[in-house]
């Protein structure tokens, strides 16, 4: 009888020292995640934007590109796969005198109104104290013929060119973001997303 009371205690022991160390887990975790609401952030640039894998950055117009370029292009169309690749530029600064921090974070990239891809940056992202900048790139890829279903040749292309700023038109770009940390096995969001555009 004695062991079987010495047994319990242990195990009632064990849970309680189990519950506090969560507890002050989640109050640290807490913590974080305040701070990161009070953090700033800006939609610096796009950048690497490459279409089919041509880099199409650096030319003035469709027409300057190479005829090999054109022509992978016109290939990549007809193939039903017309993958648009960019680098969505982030920075981050922390107001407060101790570093803030996240899990993971959720995003929706938007062209021209259109959510053109979301995803998850699922690694640790730290954000130093009293405003020091925090770069946070994001990798973007869609296929624009799934992304652009029923538009003509011309449309779809030049949507990947007004990204590039070598179109008719200048891209309207957005991206929502929303931080998240973990709590034991569960991720906790930040309530609703931050949309963050590039500025004029």
Not at 148 to 177: E, H, P, Q
Request: aromatic share 6%.
């Amino acid at each position: 009888m004695k062991k079987h009371n010495l047994k319990r205690r242990i195990i009632i022991k064990s849970l309680i020292s189990f519950v506090l160390l969560f507890s002050l887990a989640s109050c640290t975790q807490l913590l974080e995640l305040s701070r990161m609401q009070q953090c700033n952030f800006k939609f610096k640039d796009v950048s690497n934007i490459r279409l089919s894998n041509i880099n199409i950055q650096n030319i003035n117009s469709f027409s300057s590109l190479r005829f090999a370029d054109a022509a992978k292009l016109l290939a990549a169309y007809s193939s039903g796969n017309l993958p648009l690749t960019f680098t969505l530029n982030l920075e981050a600064k922390n107001p407060n005198s101790m570093k803030a921090s996240m899990n993971g974070l959720e995003w929706i990239a938007i062209i021209d109104d259109i959510e053109v891809a979301k995803g998850n940056v699922s690694q640790s992202i730290v954000i130093p104290p009293n405003n020091v900048s925090t770069e946070i790139p994001i990798s973007v890829s869609v296929n624009l013929l799934e992304v652009l279903s029923g538009k003509s040749k011309t449309t779809i292309l030049d949507f990947g060119m007004n990204l590039a700023g070598v179109g008719n038109n200048k891209s309207r770009v957005k991206i929502k973001i929303k931080p998240n940390i973990k709590v034991g096995n569960a991720y906790l969001p930040m309530p609703g997303y931050i949309t963050l555009s590039p500025e004029i």
